[in-house]
T-cell receptor, first 116, second 113 residues
Framework: DVKVTQSSRYLVKRTGEKVFLECVQD?????MFWYRQDPGLGLRLIYF???????EKGDIPEGYSVSREKKERFSLILESASTNQTSMYLC???????????????FGPGTRLTVL | KNQVEQSPQSLIILEGKNCTLQ??????????LRWYKQDTGRGPVSLTI?????NTKSNGRYTATLDADTKQSSLHITASQLSDSASYIC????????????FGSGTRLSIRP
C-alpha cells in the first residue's frame, strides 16, 4: 500500500520561529510536492522536486525553502514563520509526468500549522 | 489564465439521494482531468482520471463526465452514503512541466442521515 507520511499532524509555532515540515514517501517516487491549502483557495503549489537535490519554485514560494537530500524525503522550511503562513500543508509524491499514471499524486495526511 | 472553477462550494443532501458536482476549466493545453476525494483531516485521494478522448469514467457509485469542447466536467454520486461526506476536488493537468497542475477550490459535500 502506497504511503506518504508527514512528521506532524498539528503544529503551533510563534512568529519568527524556524519551522521544519518533513515528508517521507515509501513508493520510490521521483516527484515530490509541497502545497498549502486554505479555505476557498484550493491547493496552491509552494515547491516541487523531480529528483534528489533538485527543486523548482511553484506558484507561492515566497517565505519558504525546501530540501531534498534523499529520494524519499522532502522537507519544507519556514525560515521565519509569520501569521499569514497559518495553513494546512500537504505533501504529495508521484512518478514522472510521462508515465502511464498521468500525474496521479499521492498525498500525505497534512500538517495543520498555526503561527501565533 | 489557467483556472479551474467548481460549483457549488458546498452541498447538503440526504443519505440515499443522488448529486452532481460541476467543474469548469480554462486550462490549455489540456492533458487530463482528475477528481479527488478529501475526507476531513486526510489528504486527497484520486477517484477518476479522464483524458481528452474519454467522456465518461466510473468508479463504483462515482461517475465522472468530461466535455472537452465546452471544457466542463461533472462528478455524479449515486445513492449517497454517509461516508461520501468529504470535499471533492477537480484537478486539471497540462502537457507542460509537473508544476502545471491546477486545482479547483473544491465542493464540500455533507450527507445527512
Amino acid at each position: 500500500d502506497v504511503k506518504v507520511t508527514q512528521s506532524s499532524r498539528y503544529l503551533v509555532k510563534r512568529t519568527g520561529e524556524k519551522v521544519f515540515l518533513e515528508c517521507v514517501q515509501d513508493m520510490d517516487h521521483e516527484n515530490m510536492f509541497w502545497y498549502r491549502q486554505d479555505p476557498g483557495l484550493g491547493l496552491r503549489l509552494i515547491y516541487f522536486s523531480y529528483d534528489v537535490k533538485m527543486k523548482e519554485k511553484g506558484d507561492i514560494p515566497e517565505g519558504y525553502s525546501v530540501s531534498r537530500e534523499k529520494k524519499e524525503r522532502f522537507s519544507l522550511i519556514l525560515e521565519s514563520a509569520s501569521t499569514n503562513q497559518t495553513s494546512m500543508y500537504l505533501c504529495a509524491s508521484s512518478i514522472p509526468t510521462s508515465a502511464v499514471s498521468y500525474n496521479e499524486q499521492f498525498f500525505g495526511p497534512g500538517t495543520r500549522l498555526t503561527v501565533l | 489564465k489557467n483556472q479551474v472553477e467548481q460549483s457549488p462550494q458546498s452541498l447538503i443532501i440526504l443519505e440515499g439521494k443522488n448529486c452532481t458536482l460541476q467543474c469548469n476549466y480554462t486550462v490549455s493545453p489540456f492533458s487530463n482531468l482528475r477528481w479527488y476525494k478529501q475526507d476531513t483531516g486526510r489528504g486527497p485521494v484520486s477517484l477518476t482520471i479522464m483524458t481528452f478522448s474519454e467522456n465518461t469514467k466510473s468508479n463504483g457509485r462515482y461517475t465522472a463526465t468530461l466535455d472537452a469542447d465546452t471544457k466542463q466536467s461533472s462528478l455524479h454520486i449515486t445513492a449517497s452514503q454517509l461516508s461520501d461526506s468529504a470535499s471533492y476536488i477537480c484537478v486539471v493537468s497540462t502537457y507542460s512541466s509537473a508544476s502545471k497542475i491546477i486545482f479547483g477550490s473544491g465542493t464540500r459535500l455533507s450527507i445527512r442521515p
